[in-house]
């Protein structure tokens, strides 16, 4: 609230307004629902004044000003609506009219085009013509694999370009040509090709006429559609969007401002929802008969399930039964699915993806500060003054939160990037350390050094907020930048310069991701994040945080429902009596106490024979696990697999039963983003044939092992998780309608948590470990002389199986690559586009080699996204003592021409 004295007294159309000085014209109207035309305006951007559409008249000032670009001051008298402005805007939409096709009648935009609506509203003659000017006599510019740029619908109002501009950051398109010329393209040559658009269409959804347009497949009218609010099924962002719905299929995918993602999306989220309607969906339980699948009914597969349970349970044990979640499931399905492995399997063997991903940050971060997630919110990421990216893609992993970092610099931020290979934001950052991969724990303690050395740490927050400051100050004297240098193949004084930088940040913030934790000491990295975090009084502070980017749309929320082996919901220990009760009293059975298997050696287990059952909903393990023949293997051994997913993936392949389940465009349910925010999902389209949701296939198969599962909807698991997790205790669904909630949240008066450990860590005193830098399992040798590091890429999520739906991502990223840097290319003979195989011990992938500046010397980076890819590679046995994570950030690999 601003103080008193800066409060004006005006006037707008007779109606007196009390307001703060300071705002526009147009923001006082707006808040006082006066309703004022713009073509141009948009409150994410600096308004520029650039359609004039908004003018009003103001007393005593000659001329009409523009209501986005004007303040008020006291005592203004404003006239929106008088004869003046009237004619004006007349004026100003006459002309526009004029040089715009009249082709309303076939424009797919006809209904929602801001220029049509006005033109109608302001009784606008229509035109038998339009004058031919330069402009109109360009093509429509399609080189976009997305979008067409139709200029001779571009009324120069310039949001696209800002959009791109100023908030995603990309500096993609821009006002090209000049005088009557002008128009908004590519620069460069005017293609895609040539550009560094990232195809995100934030500057489509913004557009207010037809010029960029989607390239739908699919023809509809604004008003034979309905728009369902709902989240993002791909990363952990979870962006707030609109499905766009004709006659029961996604035709278009809108984004929404607010919270999380300020009305942005990245490729995927709004342009690859082919897979929702895709003619592969599962429709029907298949049962595999003599080796090949057969439809079944739902009755026979159940049938089927339930038997080979009991005969296993009762040969075996319950522990010769497991089960894999889904981070692409709901926070409502996780639960069911824990609570059908514990209470009707009788077991702890539930895990999922997470072991692969942040198994080592909920560990690490559990142990320093009490709680194993991100500590702050997205919508501080553009006050941060100090972010520090190590090990995390985030302009093409988190596109939404890359964008907003960088909006921070461009409000001033200092960026500071550790990563083996020169992603975006390193090119963009004010310090880039081009880390050896795996040698985090040397930069981060050859970091601490230097602040202790320099006395940049802030002794009173680590006297009164942490313990065990001596141990980290005894190890890390042997850090010095000079000898993690040598170890980190980055320069000394640049890891001075980035310690300098961090420690001198009042909202210093630290974003990490798979860069740290996919390792065999990825507990220990996490650790020694924290204890830089901490020596600088970086956590607990708005703005700052240490910042665990999470994954998958719902891996968060998988994580806090209990999937995982030692987890009840809520982190809730299964091995603490009292706890373990209060589950048992809930559910009506007896609960096992002993901690459950992982991902990784529920794998191994099956291979030894122990394990006997394993039942996967949404997980695609043959191609996302480390070592396929290993994966394969195991599958092949088990009695008995049950594949839950929404296609025939690589994994469902060798399952016995596989049961159709529906997406998230077909269901109600909740997700948990990686600011712990819980949002809805809601039902926009009806399931394809029989398929049907994950919980509601789980409540059967709890109800026919004899559990109470009576659930007449997602919102009635909600009621149950409420009442067993307390950092769930106040999440509601009609709590969370607009706007999602943070947890913790433990009454329904709570408002939830924007940021973590406010005065206290969750654990008390936060933690300092002493950590030592350990060599990877792999390590380069005669034979294996290169480094293999894996990851993603911005069109891609996973195992494909729903961004390869969408034609446009394979044009762009249809086969496995392999990135090499020119030395070492040359020393192999391998030319750009070459096809090569890389041999690890483990076995041979095929790819090709696309030789770029931007990775260092002995390191190669290969995607996981492509069966017989990465994971043919990579090692199942290097895993993290501590959160038995694998090291799927370093192989030892030999690259061969094929
Ligand atoms: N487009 C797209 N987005 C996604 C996903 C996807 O599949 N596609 N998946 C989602 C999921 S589940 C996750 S977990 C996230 C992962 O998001 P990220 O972690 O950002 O993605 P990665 O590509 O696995 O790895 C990040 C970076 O780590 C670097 N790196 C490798 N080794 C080291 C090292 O030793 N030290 C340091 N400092 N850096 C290293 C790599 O060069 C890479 O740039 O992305 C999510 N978002
Ligand atoms: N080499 C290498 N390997 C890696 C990584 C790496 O960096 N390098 N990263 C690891 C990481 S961080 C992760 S998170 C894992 C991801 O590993 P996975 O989770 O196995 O990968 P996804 O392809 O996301 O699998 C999700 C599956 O769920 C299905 N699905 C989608 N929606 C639904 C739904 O509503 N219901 C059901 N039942 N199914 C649904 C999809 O079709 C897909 O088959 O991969 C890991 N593997
Ligand atoms: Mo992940």
């Known amino acids: ?182 128009h908004v393209g590519y620069p460069l040559d005017g293609t895609y090709e040539s550009s560094v658009c990232v195809s995100c269409g934030n500057c489509v959804s913004a557009c207010p006429v037809g010029a960029l347009m989607p390239k739908s497949r699919e023809k509809f009218r604004n008003w034979e559609t309905l728009k369902v609010r709902t989240t993002c099924s791909y990363c952990g962002v979870g962006c707030q969007m609109d499905l766009v719905v004709k006659d029961n299929r996604v035709v278009r995918v809108d984004p929404i401002s607010g919270t999380p993602n300020d009305g942005l999306l990245c490729v995927k989220g709004k342009f690859a929802y082919n897979f929702i309607n895709h003619e592969d969906r599962l429709k029907t339980p298949l049962i595999k008969k003599d080796g090949v699948f057969k439809e079944a009914t739902w009755d026979e597969a159940y049938s089927l399930i339930v038997d080979r349970i009991d005969r296993i349970k009762d040969e075996f044990g319950s522990d010769s039964l497991g089960g894999l979640s889904s981070a692409k499931c709901t926070n409502e399905e996780n639960y069911l699915m824990q609570k059908f492995v514990r209470a009707g399997l009788g077991t702890n063997n539930i895990d999922h993806c997470a072991r692969l991903c942040h198994a080592s940050t909920v560990t690490g971060l559990a142990n320093t500060l009490g709680s194993g997630a991100m500590t702050n919110s997205i919508s501080e990421v553009k006050d941060n003054d100090v972010a520090f990216i190590i090990g995390s893609n985030t302009t093409e992993t988190h596109p939404v939160i890359g964008s907003m970092i960088l909006q921070a610099k461009e409000n001033g ?325 607009e706007v999602g909630i943070q947890w913790p949240c433990p009454t329904t008066t709570h408002t939830g948590t924007k940021y973590l450990h406010k005065d206290r860590m969750s654990r008390g005193k936060g933690l300092f470990t002493a950590i030592y830098h350990r060599s990877p399992v792999e390590t380069p040798d005669k034979d294996y002389p290169i480094i293999l590091t894996t990851g993603r890429s911005l069109y891609h999520f996973h195992t494909r199986t729903m961004s390869k739906m969408t034609d446009a991502i394979n044009e762009i990223a249809g086969e496995n690559y392999l990135e090499i840097s020119p030395a070492t290319a040359e020393s192999l003979d391998i030319v750009d586009g070459d096809l090569i195989k890389v041999i690890s011990r483990r076995g041979t992938a095929k790819a090709i080699a696309r030789v770029v500046d931007e990775i260092k010397n002995g390191v190669v980076f290969m995607t996981f996204h492509y069966s017989n890819g990465a994971n043919v590679l990579t090692s199942s046995a290097a895993l993290d003592e501590e959160s038995s994570i694998p090291e799927l950030k370093i192989t030892a690999v030999r690259v061969e021409h094929v």
């Open 1 to 182: 609230m601003s103080d008193y004295k800066d409060l004006v007294n005006i006037t707008i159309d007779g109606q007196k307004i009390q307001t703060s000085g300071g705002l526009s014209i147009l923001d006082v109207c707006r808040s006082n629902e006066i309703d004022i035309p713009t073509l141009c305006y948009d409150e994410r951007l600096n308004p520029d004044g650039a359609c004039r559409l908004c003018i009003v008249e103001i007393k005593g000032v000659e001329n009409l000003l523009p209501s986005c670009t004007t303040k008020v001051s006291d005592g203004m008298d404003i006239k929106t609506r008088s004869e003046a402005v009237l004619n004006a805007r007349k004026d100003i939409l006459e002309l526009l009219w004029a040089n715009h096709p009249n082709d309303c009648l076939v424009c797919e935009k006809s209904g929602e085009c801001d220029l049509e609506n006005y033109c109608y509203q302001y009784d606008i003659e229509p035109q038998s013509y339009y004058s031919f000017d330069d402009k109109k006599s360009l093509e429509i510019n399609d080189s976009n694999k997305f979008y067409n740029n139709n200029q001779s619908k571009c009324i120069l109002c310039g949001k696209c370009v800002r959009v791109c501009n100023e908030l995603q950051k990309s500096d993609a398109i821009n006002f090209i040509e000049r005088g009557n010329k002008v």
């Open 413 to 737: 931020a200092k960026i500071i990037v550790a990563d083996p290979r020169e992603i975006e934001l390193a090119k963009k950052a004010d310090i880039y350390l081009p880390i050896q991969p795996g040698s985090n724990v040397a930069l981060i303690n050859a970091m601490c050094h230097v602040i202790l050395c320099e006395n940049l740490h802030d002794l009173s927050y680590i006297r009164e907020r942490t313990e065990g400051f001596e141990e980290v100050v005894s190890i890390i004297k042997d850090y010095t930048p000079e000898t993690a240098a040598l170890v980190c193949g980055v320069d000394a004084d640049d890891i001075r310069k980035a310690a300098r930088i961090y420690a001198s940040g009042n909202k210093a913030a630290i974003y990490y991701a798979m860069g740290i934790t996919q390792h065999s000491n990825g507990t220990n990295n996490v650790k020694s994040l924290a204890n830089l975090a901490m020596m600088c009084g970086n956590i607990g502070i708005e703005g700052g945080g240490i910042n665990p980017l999470r994954g998958q749309n719902n891996v968060q929320g998988a994580c806090d429902m209990g999937a995982l082996p030692n987890n009840f919901p809520g982190y809730q220990k299964v091995f603490d009596d009292e706890i373990n009760r209060k589950f048992e009293a809930a559910w009506g059975v007896e609960l096992s106490k002993e901690v459950g298997l992982t991902v990784t050696t529920l794998l191994s287990s099956a291979l030894s024979g122990r394990l006997k059952m394993l039942y996967i909903m949404g997980e695609n393990p043959v191609v996302s696990d480390p070592d396929t023949k290993h994966v394969i293997k195991s599958l092949e051994s088990l009695d008995f697999l049950v594949v839950q997913d929404i296609f025939l993936t690589e994994t469902a392949e060798y399952a016995d039963v596989v049961l159709p389940a529906v997406s998230f465009a077909e269901k109600d349910g909740t997700f948990t983003n990686t600011e712990r925010r819980v949002q809805r999902i809601r039902k926009a389209v009806k399931r394809p044939g029989d398929a049907k949701a994950d919980w509601e296939i789980l409540s059967e198969l709890l109800s026919r092992l004899g559990i109470d599962a009576d659930y007449g909807s997602p919102s009635d698991i909600m009621d149950e998780i409420n009442m067993l997790t307390p950092i769930y205790g106040g999440i509601k669904y009609h709590r969370i309608d």
